[in-house]
């Protein structure tokens, strides 16, 4: 039965999510259950995009991209697909009608991964952002606010400052691999070789600026979402701190965590704040 291949294929793109993620399948645990399975099929669906261009090392990544590609183009068409994470992101897809220029702009920003290293201009660092984060906000709030037009309008420049500021701390905890591993360089005008603390905090106060632009759109959320983006901000802006704290060499060479004692801490408080209103 069809309805059985498609819950199948939820149940993978939830799998995805907790696996890959410990921190945002908290998060999105926290979200009302009536969106909670159309957020894990937009996490199945970047995820496995991401992996291909980032992971797969010993297979010919362009060929996997490039097929995994025409899988989502059919699948969006056909509105089914045997591949169940590109079966249950196309479901959620036409179920909030989510424009295709997203999805577009996503995939063209993995597929830069394939080929660029280095982003030496502020017009290619924010055409990445955008295509790689902001986008999979702006698909993510089409859910929380359930295809309302109006309400998406209105907050999607918050949604897109704080997929923004998510990305961007992702960029500084993974230095370390990105640049030695991946040999990337995301942060222009950064000498990612020698990173000093000027540079540094120079990178902290824009992410900074993101997550409040960010903020001022989490409290405008509907209360289906507003404690799971809440959750994801306070553990995400708390990674920022650790990282403004640590010494720009130390971020070089090691990976930065929150570890699990305080993210359960950090939902404990987020908890109380929003049951006191407080957000």
């Known amino acids: 039965m069809k309805s059985i291949f498609d819950q199948v294929s939820y149940d993978c793109s939830k799998i995805v999510t907790e696996s890959y993620s410990t921190s945002f399948s908290l998060a ?12 894990y099929n937009i996490y199945g669906f970047v995820r496995f995009a991401d992996e291909i261009v980032d992971t797969f090392h010993s297979y010919n990544k362009k060929v996997l991209f490039e097929n995994f590609e025409q899988q989502l183009k059919d699948a969006i068409e056909a509105k089914i697909s045997l591949n169940p ?9 036409h179920k909030y009608d989510i424009p295709y220029h997203l999805v ?3 995939m063209k920003s993995m597929r830069m991964d394939l080929t660029k290293s280095e982003y030496r201009t502020e017009a290619e660092y924010k055409e990445y952002i955008y295509g790689s984060a902001d986008v999979v906000g702006l698909m993510c709030l089409k859910i929380f606010v359930k295809g309302d037009t109006v309400a998406y309008e209105k907050l999607k ?7 923004s500021a998510f990305q961007k701390v992702n960029f500084l905890r993974d230095l370390k691999a990105d640049f030695e591993d991946l040999n990337r360089a995301y942060f222009p005008h950064a ?3 020698e990173l000093d603390e000027i540079s540094k905090n120079k990178i902290v106060e824009e992410i900074k600026a993101d997550f409040s632009k960010g903020y001022t759109g989490i409290l405008q959320l509907p209360n289906d979402a507003k404690f799971g983006v809440y959750t994801a901000y306070k553990y995400y802006y708390k990674l920022l701190q650790k990282l403004q704290k640590t010494p720009s060499k130390e971020i070089k060479n090691a990976r930065i965590r929150v570890p699990n004692y305080q993210k359960f801490g950090l939902l404990a408080k987020s908890y109380v704040n929003y049951k006191l209103h407080l957000v």
Do not use: C, V, W
């Not at 979200?31 to 957020?39: E, K, W």
């Not at 994470?85 to 897809?93: A, K």
């Open 28 to 39: 999105t645990k926290m979200l009302a259950t009536s969106i909670r399975p159309d957020i």
């Open 85 to 93: 994470i590109l079966n249950s992101f196309q479901h959620t897809y």
């Open 104 to 106: 577009e702009s996503f």
């Open 157 to 163: 420049e918050s949604a897109m400052s704080l997929g």
């Open 191 to 193: 000498n990612l070789k």
